[in-house]
């Protein structure tokens, strides 16, 4: 039986680590795609990036992993990370990177909490980029619970909101 202590609600995710086969061709991906900052790297072992110059948000490493596989489907491990954007436009612009770069996308769904993009990196391990809608406007139930459901995004409607600097 599990009691009834609540973690407080001020608690966030700070950041994740990912071992990774090659530590360039995830910065690349994560730094060079993604937009992330480098803010401190050791040697060919270990990386760590951040948004806003946060000491950082993902650290990549190779120390159980250089030149490895991925773990095999139907194995237990990371699902994805998830990337909170601030908000509409900043998730279409980084999608529309991600598109212009090659990456393929996995799915685009509608939450309605949330709106989210799923990928890969470099390494199989799953990436969602998304964004929240204001509380206010999701779904509930008439018993006022969360109603979150999976529906198909409108792609191409959030690409139009990309920001270009061109």
């Given amino acids: 039986m599990i009691d009834e202590y609540k973690i ?11 071992k990774v086969a090659d530590l ?23 990386a760590f ?11 990549l490493n190779t120390w159980e992993s250089l030149g490895g596989q991925p773990p095999p489907p139907r194995t237990t491990g990371l699902y994805h990370l998830a990337i909170l954007f601030p908000n509409r436009a900043q998730l279409a612009t980084s999608v529309a990177r991600v598109l212009r770069a090659g990456v393929e996308l996995e799915g685009a769904t509608d ?14 391990n799953g990436v969602e980029l998304y964004r929240d809608r204001p509380q206010k406007e999701w779904p509930l139930t008439p018993e006022g619970n969360l109603a979150m ?8 409607g959030l690409l139009k909101e990309a920001i270009t600097t061109e």
């Fill in 49 to 59: 990036i951040s948004a806003g110059g946060y000491h950082h948000h993902i650290g």
């Fill in 111 to 124: 939450h309605g909490v949330s709106e989210a993009i799923y990928l890969r990196d470099p390494d199989d």
């Fill in 149 to 156: 459901y999976t529906r198909a995004l409108d792609l191409d």
């Fill in 24 to 46: 360039n061709r995830s910065l690349a991906f994560y730094c060079g795609i993604l937009g992330f900052e480098l803010r401190q790297r050791f040697g060919s072992q270990a």
């Fill in 8 to 18: 407080h609600p001020g608690v966030t995710i700070g950041h994740v680590h990912l």
